[in-house]
């Protein structure tokens, strides 16, 4: 039989790809082997030369999300799923964890500050004027505003009163905003998990500049832990994510999930540190041979279709 052949599409990063397609080639035998991946322009015949690509920088060029799409539709395996990906948000995502039991920070989503390409006041006449009191009152002091569809740590604010809330509403464009009750954290976890099973819990300073965010040190009780653990699985289940980052912020020894969306997580040897960057090397190696080797049918998301009640009556609240 011909050797599975993985393809690694990614952007500017430079320690992780090349670590990994040398780790693949190391563990994959004669049955698996790893490249970056070639792409031009692609015809419309179903022909792709890989039979799984992992996808690091799609988020930031359409032209390889469509030829994704396109490979997915003809038999390659595809990580992260493309049309999930493309569909999903950060705000969207809370309904899927809550349906997880895990817990999340009280959110709402905002209506556009400035009017999308395209729009003008008369595309708005369903919008009713915000109850900025009832939002207030529902989030508490302090409030994060951040994007629903976003990373990278840009547009993020961290207000404390309505003239600091406004001053950073005003400058957020046409972006889709999210308002979210501000965690007090003691302690602060960003876990890496592969293939919704391999789980790696790292201690995170936020706080700190990127360079020493992964030198924090938390006193974390095996009860915290296994907790995290679960609840970082439970995410990626229900989104369907085979590599991903998620984060939580423990309060009074709750974890809340606070950023699980990175569907092309930082794995830079400069930021992660040696130790964290070998796990993920190793792990998504393995990953990776196990899922181009194994049988597992097109997916079109995770599990929360049939985690979440759909058919609940939409005038009462989640339970
Ligand atoms: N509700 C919250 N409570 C406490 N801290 C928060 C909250 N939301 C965001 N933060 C802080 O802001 C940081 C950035 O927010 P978040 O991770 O949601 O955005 P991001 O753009 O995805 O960032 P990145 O991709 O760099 O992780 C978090 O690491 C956390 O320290
Ligand atoms: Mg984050």
Redesign the pocket.
Known sequence: MRKKRIGILFGMEDTFPWALVNAINAKGGDQVEAAPCEISFAKDDGVFGYDLVLDRISHEVPFYRTWLKCAAASGVKIVNNPFWWSADD?FFDNFVARAAGVAV?RTVLLPHKQYPPNTEAKSFRNMQWVNWEEVFNYLGWPI?M?PAY?????D?Y?VHDPQEFFAAYDQTRDLTMMA??????DS?YRCYVLGRKRVRIMMYD??QPHHLRYVANYHTPPELEQRIHRDAVALCEGLGYDMNTV?F?VRDGIP?A??FM?CAPDADLHSVGQENFDWMVNNMADTLIEIVTGGKPLELTGNWPSVLNTSKDPGQPLA
């Open positions: 950060k920070p994060f951040k976003g990373g990278g740590w840009k993020v961290k979210q009750e501000a965690i007090e954290f602060y936020p706080k984060e912020a809340y606070i950023d990175n």
